[in-house]
């Protein structure tokens, strides 16, 4: 991006949006370890539970921080016994506003392993069709799955959900092919609606009863859905540059990705200056 042209987006941009101020969340993911990314106040997932498959465990081990970039590691043999998924979720408090991330996804040519790496935010469910429920996510399937070979990219507005049997209401943008590399995933919440994008390309606005109405934690997590083969260990990653929220605010992918690039020319690794909620993150979906 030129010089002049990143002067434009950030002339455009609020002054309230351009001030590291109330309101806005950053995160670089410059800790220098694990202990460091739990003090600064994010959530690093143990134990079983939704989403993945059954027995499957879930290790703030595979969690990996190295030259500002997190990693998140998903380990298997096919076998629930011995397959080790990585999650990660920040405080539940964001909700109206616009999120991106900058995020590196990764393809495996020859793997048929049906390993899901997302970017969302996402409210507890407390219980079958919690109609409070609040989830907005992009999902990628490198090697295909959930009954389909191909491979794809989704972005998914949550109405509520039944985990056992699965039963879910959510309006889904699909992207087919491959999204190997890095990429700009961006997500809009409005009172009326969302909007997902990749790439600053609109891939769909979902509204109704889709859109979210409750604080939710962002959240980044790589997991095994059913169907994969068992056989030799295997390991996969991808990685997350940065994110970054602005609370309360509708902004391009542009302009929130010169707004973190200003942050990262003036040194700040992480701001979070959005008021907390008094709710937890429990980081269990």
């Known amino acids: 991006m030129s010089a002049v042209r990143l002067a434009l987006l950030l002339w455009a941009l609020p002054a309230s949006a351009m001030a590291?101020?109330?309101?806005?969340?950053?995160?670089?993911?410059?800790?220098?370890?694990?202990?460091?990314?739990?003090?600064?106040?994010?959530?690093?997932?143990?134990?079983?539970?939704?989403?993945?498959?059954?027995?499957?465990?879930?290790?703030?081990?595979?969690?990996?921080?190295?030259?500002?970039?997190?990693?998140?590691?998903?380990?298997?043999?096919?076998?629930?016994a011995n397959t080790t998924l990585a999650q990660l979720c920040g405080p539940r408090k964001f909700l109206i506003g616009t999120t991106t991330a900058r995020v590196r996804l990764r393809d495996t040519p020859g793997s048929r392993d049906p390993i899901i790496q997302s970017f969302f935010l996402?409210?507890?469910?407390?219980?079958?069709?919690?109609?409070?429920?609040?989830?907005?996510?992009?999902?990628?399937?490198?090697?295909?799955g959930w009954?389909?070979?191909?491979?794809?990219?989704?972005?998914?507005?949550?109405?509520?959900?039944?985990?056992?049997?699965?039963?879910?209401?959510?309006?889904?943008?699909?992207?087919?092919?491959s999204f190997d590399g890095w990429q700009l995933l961006t997500v809009q919440v409005e009172?009326?609606?969302?909007?997902?994008?990749?790439?600053?390309?609109?891939?769909?606005?979902?509204?109704?009863?889709?859109?979210?109405s409750h604080p939710m934690?962002?959240?980044?997590?790589?997991?095994?859905?059913?169907?994969?083969?068992?056989?030799a260990p295997r390991e996969y990653s991808f990685d997350v540059d940065w994110v970054l929220h602005e609370a309360g605010r509708t902004l391009t992918p542009a302009a929130m990705q010169a707004r973190a690039a200003q942050l990262k020319r003036q040194g700040k690794d992480r701001v979070d200056t959005v008021p907390d909620s008094g709710l937890v993150s429990e980081c269990n979906l």
């Open 122 to 144: 996402a409210s507890t469910l407390r219980h079958d069709y919690d109609p409070d429920f609040s989830e907005v996510d992009f999902e990628y399937l490198p090697h295909g």
């Open 20 to 80: 590291a101020a109330r309101g806005e969340f950053f995160d670089d993911f410059a800790q220098p370890d694990l202990d460091a990314l739990r003090a600064s106040g994010w959530v690093l997932r143990q134990g079983s539970g939704h989403p993945g498959l059954p027995g499957a465990q879930f290790s703030p081990a595979q969690l990996g921080l190295a030259g500002g970039l997190l990693t998140l590691r998903l380990s298997t043999d096919g076998t629930s």
């Open 191 to 212: 009172a009326t609606r969302t909007r997902h994008y990749v790439n600053g390309r609109l891939i769909g606005e979902h509204t109704g009863r889709n859109v979210p």
């Open 147 to 177: 009954g389909e070979p191909e491979t794809r990219l989704y972005g998914v507005s949550w109405h509520t959900v039944r985990i056992d049997p699965w039963q879910s209401f959510n309006q889904a943008s699909t992207l087919p092919g």
């Open 217 to 231: 934690a962002i959240s980044f997590n790589h997991w095994l859905a059913a169907g994969a083969v068992a056989g």
